[in-house]
């Protein structure tokens, strides 16, 4: 898969939010608020952009944005069920419709055998009501990214817009 410039992907993000009149926000960790920046550097994107969670530790995941203790024991901070929990608990604590979560390892220390420098799941998470039901679609995607700790940030910031422009897209 390509990947589109950043700012490029913010604004097919910031349409496809306006077209539905839902609201994202973000629970990040290795991006730091990154994905956050990306979001808030077009012009306009108050209208679909209200809060966003920088989940950095594993106290902070469960404190901000409800990620259980349990999960975090049994299968570490980057796995697909925390970034699961993280997009989940943004949505719920923001009033959001769409949630964009991040965890993962950017270097240049911190890897493992399991999960080496690169590694990073993201999560998008999408809940609307729609005839009085409550929907909820989600999506979780790993990566190996390489490169310095900037390139796996930025590449993972390029890839959580992208999936959550795909997931908002796919909702008819």
């Not at 964009?100 to 990073?120: E, L, Y």
């Amino acid at each position: 898969m390509e990947m589109i410039e950043i700012e490029s992907l913010s604004k097919q993000l910031g349409a496809a939010l306006l077209d539905k009149s839902w609201t994202v926000t973000t629970a990040e960790s290795c991006t730091g608020g990154g994905v956050s920046q990306a979001i808030t550097a077009i012009a306009g994107s108050s209208s679909y952009f209200d809060c966003a969670f920088i989940t950095y530790s594993n106290n902070a995941k469960q404190q901000l944005v409800n990620v259980q203790s349990e999960t975090l024991e049994k299968y570490g901070a980057v796995s697909e069920q925390t970034v699961i929990e993280m997009a989940q608990g943004a949505v719920n604590a923001a009033n959001a419709q769409v949630g964009i979560s991040v965890s993962g390892v950017a270097g240049p220390g911190g890897g493992s055998k399991d999960k080496p420098v690169g590694t990073v799941w993201i999560a998008v998470f999408i809940q609307y009501l729609l005839d009085e039901k409550i929907i909820k679609h989600s999506k979780t995607q790993l990566f190996c990214f390489d490169g310095d700790r900037n390139d796996v940030r930025e590449s993972t910031v390029k890839a959580s817009l992208n999936m959550a422009v795909e997931s908002i897209l796919e909702i008819k």
